[in-house]
């Protein structure tokens, strides 16, 4: 059985850090990419960051670019996500995410195809808050 | 940015009936839209991927159509246990956007 639990949330003043973890269990993690959704409390998803399989590609969004840091560890089957600077509008829910798909580069159009989020984790929230 | 929009934003039907949600995407996306359903206090889950694809595990009653910028989301027979918001999430490109969901009551 496919199995992602993350941990490391809890609250931290702004311009804080935190780094939140995920560990995965019940198939072959170095085999897949991985991700980071955030949930905002009442509101819906949001992509934060996604990493390939090897860590070769790695990928975020506009709003945390320069502040966090995603990675992995295949040995430990684990994925992290390092988190700087942080800011009120950081506060969220944070999953981790399978990607079924590998991302891949289409030469033609030059896009870059990322997400089909197929197993997820219960997430942990993150609060920003003086 | 490619940008998704959802409609309706919510919607309230019986046991049994028949419930279509559609989402828009800003430009052709192709066929890279998938569909997840979050129940309150839960995480997503992947329902339906490259627009019509079941994936694996998930009733038939659910379906996806569609292709471009236009998609169609059915629930052929409403549940109770289909009590859920529902995304749209393209991934044509960066960054993989979902929609703003469309959350389903029972009436």
């Known amino acids: 059985e496919v199995q992602l639990v993350e941990s490391g949330g809890g609250l931290v003043k702004p311009g804080g850090s935190l780094r939140l973890s995920c560990a995965a269990s019940?198939?072959?993690?170095?085999?897949?990419?991985m991700n980071w959704v955030r949930q905002a409390p009442g509101k819906g998803l949001e992509w934060v960051s996604s990493?390939?399989?090897?860590?070769?590609?790695?990928y975020y969004a506009d709003s945390v670019k320069g502040r966090f840091t995603i990675s992995r560890d295949n040995a430990k089957n684990s994925l992290y996500l390092q988190m700087n600077s942080l800011r009120a509008e950081d506060t969220a829910v944070y999953y981790c995410?399978?990607?079924?798909?590998?991302?891949?580069?289409?030469?033609?159009?030059?896009?870059?195809?990322?997400?089909?989020?197929?197993?997820w984790g219960q997430g942990t929230l993150v609060t920003v808050s003086s | 940015d490619i940008q998704m929009t959802q409609s309706p934003s919510s919607l309230s039907a019986s046991v049994g009936d028949r419930v279509t949600i559609t989402c828009q995407a800003s430009q052709d996306i192709s066929n890279y839209l998938n569909w997840y359903q979050q129940k309150p206090g839960k995480a997503p889950k992947l329902l339906i991927y490259d627009a019509s694809n079941l994936e694996t595990g998930v009733p038939s009653r659910f379906s996806g159509s569609g292709s471009g910028t236009d998609f169609t989301f059915t629930i052929s027979s409403l549940q109770p246990e289909d009590i859920a918001t529902y995304y749209c999430?393209?991934?044509?490109?960066?960054?993989?956007?979902f929609g703003p969901g469309t959350k389903v009551d029972i009436k």
């Open positions: 995410a399978r990607d079924s798909q590998a991302a891949y580069y289409d030469i033609l159009t030059g896009y870059v195809h990322v997400g089909v989020f197929d197993y």
């Open positions: 019940g198939f072959t993690f170095s085999s897949y990419s």
């Open positions: 999430q393209q991934y044509d490109n960066l960054p993989p956007l």
């Open positions: 990493i390939s399989s090897s860590s070769s590609y790695i």
